[in-house]
């Protein structure tokens, strides 16, 4: 009973009842639905289950791994010995080996257990000096030792020690390693850390210390060596397993204590099994005075001896035994003392590390063997100086053993899970086992969470697909205005079935009825569904069929795709005689394929009544896909077809096959039954090489790649030379006489169906190539050094993408047609006509439009011509350039001296250009864009550059000079210091400094790319331009115009005007009667002293505007009245002055007397900023 209940199987059993009874008992109280209480025990139950089986698993792995180390130690004894001993150790290992599997198929193995014997069994340590009776100790334990001999030498690390393998537990004596072995140590420590390893809760279980009495009656020295020797081993078994564990202290021989065996003869077979000793209690365990407990309970134990002897003594005995009797207690008290000392120093108490558990003391015997000593009469020799008596002669007794069997049986075996990890290890597998809860927490609440999650979704997405199902139940086909209503709904109700569909089985745990709703989902979309394909494509399908029957004409090549199709929307029986039908995955493919097809011709036609907008054909594409599955697995659901018109169209289709239409049914069936082709385009083409660099908008079909070649179309074509109709479950078997006479002569059918592909093969590839265009997301043309980089990428050898381009599409275009010798009829016939027995069929590329792209894609590449002829290796010359390019722009953006760069950006467009005329027309001017586009973005990075030197080259000529006139007058209205005459002379006249830096980089500042910096510069050009007009007529400084006076108003005020503009003087007199009308010349510059205008009355007051003095004193004059443009040409200026309290208003209007009044030039150099570069 007691062992069921330690059963982990018991245990893990009872601990799930517990809680699935909590789990059905909480639902209750909260309602939980009673399939989610039973999915919640059944998940449960299953992590149980998983928990005790990994425990199983992880013993058997461990004992596994623990024998293997144990073997591999064994192995590693073995290196470098000599013969002799090397044949010693082998026969050892043997011996070694097969005690553990004798011990694996021991009555452990019942259950399973036997693997798991050195993993699952205790494990004891034996220590003590030799010949202390371990030996005997353990052979008279009463334990059960399969093998024929209960001691085995060990191996490897063990090698000085024996080995004990029992049903209950294993011991292993140590006693070559009662001394330190340095020679072996490493390999001692190596087989402790297996053990730490593979026995990770109890590496060991305990150690059962033993000592003969005899061994505790030499001198105190002697005593607390031996304790010091096995302190020692103690502790560094604490140390590197990382337990503390019970001590077991066992002195053996005691029948050599005189009177022993006499004080204890009359006790029965059991009464000798018993445990004559002390096993301390955990308070006594605790204590750190181990000395004063042993001799508490020692002195107990005295005790009762002293009240055995009375009733002894009380029995009929011989002389010398009643003597002997009466003595033993006195004896026994003789080794309270040396006991005692050896106890203190065993268990001495460290407060610096682990101790050692104090388990208990016993006394026992094994054998009666030697003379017993009488410690007390020796004593009393000593002490009264008597002669010493010699030993007596034994007295010959029946063997047998005394107090052994319940220290193994009740004491120490049951006493297995008591050793215990020390602080620090507990420490760690705390944490350890901490992170491991929380993990095993954290991910059942993940699960639980994601069930819930799954339930839920689960609950939604029924939802959704009634609400659906509801909604496409009111769909009608009334008119044309409800088509894209219902499709929208329909749709809707075909995104559900696929959501219902695509539920995961583990989230939900199988808990849904998503897969039987969608399955009348299905149903119900292809009821309402139906009315459309059969308005829309049944109807044109037979109407097409019944005008290729009347006509025999197959304009577009489809009918034999269409009459599949037709077939497969009927019942199975309209499947030609004689031939295979297609799979169900193959018919729903072609269905699908076709509705596809015919869908897009019915809603994307312009000259169509019902013209649909791209997302809404999209839509119907995929509701036919999902119509054609639904027709395809539903027999009942099917239209039922003319017979008629599909005997008559499968004989006309017959009558007309050509090497063509069978390519054609060639190509439909290798796609429609090889899923796995797909498609591929540029990246997967050329990996991650094209990256950056390059964009692709055409993907080529797996059909027309060398892999289909070699693997599929070759095949193909070779088994309808021989069949042309072969697998063709449309049109049907045909024997020889029934073939068209053009399909008669197998070679010529044969090369046509090759021409076909390679005229599809070729025209594909160049159609993929058109569609490469570079990839500028990369590039920045304000950073030249990065654009040189990628040009100089580009031109690698070996990494360059284009290079890499063109190589991949020459080698997909390398078809080779390859017959074994000795083949089939066709074979044979095609090498007789090639004259060789394997023939490269290259694609015949005259007559193509395509032929001349895919020869100028070989010419290009780095490939060997197809064939041997023709050139390669075209593309390297543009690289090249590339590279040379590249260099120029790199010592361009350092600020060397480059002037090949232009020359060489141009020489590479040249290149390019040259290469592109290889192609066809088409193809070349997408290739050349493609190859001249990298030298687009250089040629704006020259520009930037450019645009860097001509920004430093205008800071060095002339920037300096105008940022230091920025702050005078007439750049700044506000200045307090006018620019000078001569200063804004050299600056601005024609041929001065400005003129000759736009002359000197008028390229680059009229060039398109310049960007803003060029801009910036031609709007600073042409402000310096319109101001030469205004100021440098005649090309030298100079400027004039009139000024023509008004009468001041009021006029009866004003006598006299006057005015100033630097040395001429205009004076008005109205005394005078002179002509305010009269226009007054002005020319600049003057001398620069003065500039005012001046009025006086009769009376002789006046008042004056005057400008401060300086080369432009008229110009600021003028400004300070209100000064307005009439025209282009023409300006007003009005001061108003106060004069004898009144305002007088003086108005002239200013003339252009040359090419462009300077007025207007005046307000250029006021908004004439420097140029920002």
């Known amino acids: 009973m007691l062992n069921a209940l330690k059963n982990e199987f018991f245990i893990g059993g009872v601990t799930y009842i517990i809680f699935a009874a909590g789990i059905f008992y909480l639902g209750s109280l909260f309602e939980i639905d009673m399939t989610m209480r039973i999915l919640i025990s059944l998940v449960i139950l299953l992590l149980v289950a998983l928990v005790m089986m990994y425990r199983k698993m992880k013993a058997n792995r461990d004992a596994a791994k623990l024998e293997a180390g144990m073997k591999a130690q064994a192995d590693a004894a073995l290196f470098g010995q000599v013969s002799d001993k090397r044949l010693e150790i ?10 553990i599997e004798t011990l694996k198929q021991s009555k452990l193995g019942k259950g399973g257990k036997g693997n798991q014997a050195l993993y699952s069994l205790p494990w004891y340590m034996l220590i003590g000096p030799p010949a202390a009776g371990k030996t005997t100790l353990i052979q008279q334990s009463g334990l059960q030792f399969p093998l024929e001999s209960s001691r085995v030498r060990g191996v490897g690390g063990t090698r000085d020690c024996d080995w004990f393998f029992s049903t209950s537990a294993i011991f292993l004596d140590t006693a070559g390693r009662y001394t330190t072995e340095k020679s072996d140590e490493p390999e001692w420590l190596g087989f402790l850390d297996l053990l730490k390893k593979y026995r990770k809760k109890k590496p060991l279980n305990g150690v ?45 021989k005691s029948d050599l204590v005189e009177g022993c065996i006499e004080f204890f003869s009359d006790l029965n077979a059991r009464e000798v099994e018993q445990i004559w000793g002390h096993t301390l209690d955990e308070s006594e365990q605790t204590s750190k005075e181990p000395g004063q407990i042993f001799r508490s309970t020692y002195n107990r134990m005295l005790k009762t001896l002293e009240d055995l002897r009375l009733n002894r003594l009380n029995t009929n005995l011989k002389r010398e035994d009643r003597r002997k009797v009466y003595s033993f207690p006195d004896e026994m008290t003789g080794l309270k003392d040396p006991i005692t000392t050896f106890v203190n120093r065993l268990f001495q108490y460290n407060p610096f590390n682990e101790n050692p558990i104090f388990r208990g003391y016993y006394f026992t015997s094994g054998t009666q063997e030697g003379t017993p000593i009488d410690r007390v009469m020796q004593a009393l020799a000593n002490q009264y100086s008597l002669p010493q008596t010699g030993g007596e002669m034994p007295i010959q007794r029946e063997t047998k053993s005394y107090f052994i069997k319940d220290i193994f049986n009740h004491v120490i075996i049951p006493d297995q899970r008591m050793a215990m990890h020390t602080k620090a290890e507990k420490k760690l597998q705390n944490k350890l086992q901490i992170g491991s809860i929380a993990l095993a927490v954290i991910t059942m609440l993940l699960f639980f969470w994601g069930v819930g999650c799954g339930y839920s979704k689960s609950n939604q997405t029924l939802a959704n697909l009634d609400d659906a199902i509801l909604k496409a139940k009111s769909v009608a086909w009334s008119g044309p205005e409800k088509t894209i209503p219902n499709l929208q709904i329909l749709d809707n109700l075909r995104l559900r079935i696929h959501e219902a569909e695509e539920e995961s089985f583990f989230w939900t745990m199988g808990m849904t009825r998503g897969a039987s709703a969608a399955e009348q989902a299905r149903l119900l979309f292809f009821r309402k569904f139906r009315p459309l394909v059969e308005q829309q494509f049944y109807r044109n399908m037979e109407s097409g069929l019944r005008e290729y029957v009347a006509s025999g004409q197959d304009p577009i090549g489809k009918m034999e795709e269409q009459l599949g199709a037709y077939i497969l929307m009927g019942p199975d029986v309209n499947f030609a005689q004689g031939a295979e039908p297609p799979t169900k995955a193959e018919g729903v493919k072609h269905l699908q394929v076709f509705l596809s097809y015919a869908a897009d011709l019915q809603f994307n036609n312009p000259s169509g009544n019902m013209r649909l907008s791209k997302e809404i054909q999209t839509m119907v594409k995929e509701q036919v896909k999902l119509f054609g599955e639904v027709v395809r697995q539903n027999e009942p659901l099917r239209f039922r077809t003319d017979q008629t018109l599909i005997r008559q169209s499968r004989e006309l289709l017959r009558r007309n096959l050509s090497a063509k239409s069978i390519y054609h049914s060639i190509k439909r069936q290798i796609i429609n039954q090889t899923p796995r082709l797909g498609s591929i385009g540029l990246s997967e083409l050329l990996g991650p090489i094209s990256s950056g660099y390059m964009f692709g908008s055409v993907r080529v079909n797996g059909f027309f790649t060398r892999s289909a070649w070699d693997t599929l179309v070759v095949r193909e074509f070779t088994k309808r030379s021989e069949n042309p109709v072969a697998g063709n479950w449309i049109i049907g078997p045909l024997s020889k ?134 050139t390669n290796g075209g593309l390297k010359t543009l690289l090249d350039a590339y590279f040379a390019v590249s260099k120029e722009v790199e010592r361009m953006a350092s600020g060397q001296q480059a002037p090949m760069a232009e020359q060489s950006i141009n020489s590479a467009k040249d290149v390019a250009e040259r290469l592109s005329g290889l192609f066809d027309a088409g193809t070349g ?9 990298p030298l687009e973005d250089i040629s704006s990075g020259v520009v930037v550059i450019q645009q860097e030197q001509v920004a430093q080259t205008f800071s060095a000529s002339v920037g300096g000079e105008l940022a230091s006139v920025q702050g005078r007058y007439p750049f700044s209205e506000s200045a307090s210091a006018d620019l000078s005459a001569d200063e804004f002379g050299d600056l601005f006249k024609p041929g001065g400094k400005l003129d000759q830096f736009f002359d000197q980089n008028k390229a680059m500042i009229d060039n398109p790319n310049s960007g803003a910096k060029g801009a910036e510069l031609k709007s600073f050009r042409d402000k310096v331009r319109e101001v030469q007009k205004s100021f440098f007529a005649g090309g030298s400084l100079s400027a004039q115009f009139d000024m023509v006076p008004e009468r001041p108003e009021p006029s009866n005020v004003v006598a006299e005007v006057d005015l100033k503009m630097d040395a001429t003087l205009h004076n008005n007199r109205t005394s005078e009667g002179f002509s305010f009308e009269s226009p007054k010349r002005i020319a600049w510059p003057g001398d620069g002293s003065e500039a005012y205008v001046e009025i006086r009355d009769v009376n002789g007051n006046s008042a004056r505007v005057a400008a401060p003095r300086g080369a432009f004193a008229m110009f600021r004059l003028l400004e300070k009245g209100s000064l307005k443009a009439r025209s282009s040409d023409e300006f007003v200026v009005e001061w108003n002055v106060k004069l004898g309290g009144r305002t007088v208003r003086l108005r002239y209007t200013i003339q252009a007397a040359g090419l462009k009044n300077p007025i207007a030039g005046l307000n250029l150099l006021h908004d004439m900023k420097m140029p920002e570069l």
């Open 208 to 252: 059962i210390v033993s000592l003969a009495v005899t061994d505790l009656m030499g001198r105190t020295e002697e005593v607390e060596q031996h304790a010091a020797s096995i302190r020692r081993r103690l502790d560094e078994l604490i140390s590197r397993l990382g337990v503390h564990f019970p001590v077991y202290l066992v002195f053996t």
């Open 925 to 933: 001017a997408r290739i050349k864009a493609l190859l001249q586009a």
């Open 90 to 99: 082998e026969e050892l290992q043997k011996k070694f080996v097969a005690a």
């Open 737 to 870: 006489a029934q073939l068209p006479s053009n399909l008669t002569n197998p070679v010529e059918y044969l090369r046509s169906l090759v021409r076909f592909y390679f005229e599809d093969y070729a025209r594909t590839w160049v159609t993929f190539v058109q569609g490469v265009t570079y990839d500028r997301s990369g590039v920045s043309g304000s950073n030249p050094l990065s654009v040189a980089l990628r040009l100089n990428q580009l031109s690698a050898a070996g990494s360059s993408p284009f290079q890499a381009l063109v190589d991949s599409v020459s080698s997909q275009n390398r078809l080779s047609f390859k017959q074994e010798k000795g083949g089939n009829i066709v074979t044979n016939t095609w090498d007789s006509i090639m004259g060789n027995e394997r023939t490269d069929i290259q694609v015949d590329q005259s007559g193509l439009d395509v032929g001349q792209s895919i020869k100028a894609i070989h010419a290009l590449s780095t490939l060997p011509p197809p064939g041997g002829k023709g």
